[in-house]
């Protein structure tokens, strides 16, 4: 049975569909509103702050996916290139610097035009698409920042593959 499955097509609401899907993966989320809601999810390298907010003005659903970076001042330009190169990798959704935050960014945008509704795969998808690009690329955006890395060199452990067990 699926999400949906408990609601009225016609009044589905995206964040009621998320609100399901973080319960269903016992992540720390809160409500901020009725169209919108923060999570908290653990990952590999960081804890990433999700934020998913839905306009029924432009009928699209937001995500914002956060984690902390502070890199050296005088490796911004790096950080820059190097952001250039992950959207180049990114084919749903992308990265952007929030600096007087100190915020890596991901973000990504479901419109659902014409009173579409979204299905709880298409938000754990994009939930999920943002959580695996972050820990794709944050080891580039270190190497890159901390590690002095040309960004082309850095991109490659994110290219790169792992092979085989340890």
Same mark, same amino acid.
């Given at each position: 049975?699926?999400?949906?499955?408990?609601?009225?097509?016609?009044?589905?609401?995206?964040?009621?569909?998320?609100?399901?899907?973080a319960?269903?993966?016992?992540?720390d989320?809160?409500?901020?509103?009725?169209?919108?809601i923060?999570?908290?999810?653990e990952?590999?390298?960081?804890?990433?702050?999700i934020?998913?907010?839905w306009?029924?003005?432009?009928?699209?659903?937001r995500?914002?996916?956060?984690?902390?970076?502070?890199p050296?001042?005088?490796?911004?330009?790096?950080?820059?290139e190097?952001?250039?190169?992950?959207?180049?990798?990114?084919? /749903?959704?992308?990265? %952007?610097?929030?600096?007087?935050?100190?915020?890596?960014?991901?973000?990504? $945008?479901?419109?659902l !035009?014409g #009173?579409q509704?979204?299905?709880?795969?298409?938000?754990?998808?994009?939930i999920?698409? /943002?959580?695996?690009? %972050?820990?794709?690329f944050?080891?580039?955006?270190?190497?890159?920042?901390? $590690?002095?890395?040309? !960004?082309? #060199?850095?991109i490659?452990?994110?290219?790169?593959?792992?092979?085989?067990?340890?």
């Amino acid at each position: 049975m699926s999400l949906t499955d408990y609601y009225d097509e016609a009044e589905v609401d995206p964040i009621d569909l998320v609100e399901s899907i973080a319960s269903h993966n016992a992540w720390d989320f809160d409500r901020v509103a009725h169209d919108q809601i923060a999570m908290a999810v653990e990952g590999q390298w960081r804890t990433y702050s999700i934020t998913l907010a839905w306009s029924a003005f432009d009928q699209t659903l937001r995500l914002i996916c956060t984690f902390e970076m502070e890199p050296p001042e005088e490796r911004m330009a790096a950080l820059y290139e190097m952001l250039n190169e992950v959207n180049d990798q990114c084919w /749903a959704g992308g990265f %952007s610097w929030w600096g007087e935050q100190k915020l890596m960014v991901y973000r990504y $945008g479901l419109v659902l !035009a014409g #009173d579409q509704v979204a299905s709880p795969e298409q938000i754990d998808t994009m939930i999920s698409s /943002a959580i695996q690009s %972050s820990e794709r690329f944050y080891p580039a955006f270190q190497l890159a920042t901390w $590690g002095n890395r040309p !960004a082309r #060199d850095a991109i490659q452990i994110a290219i790169a593959g792992a092979y085989g067990t340890a």
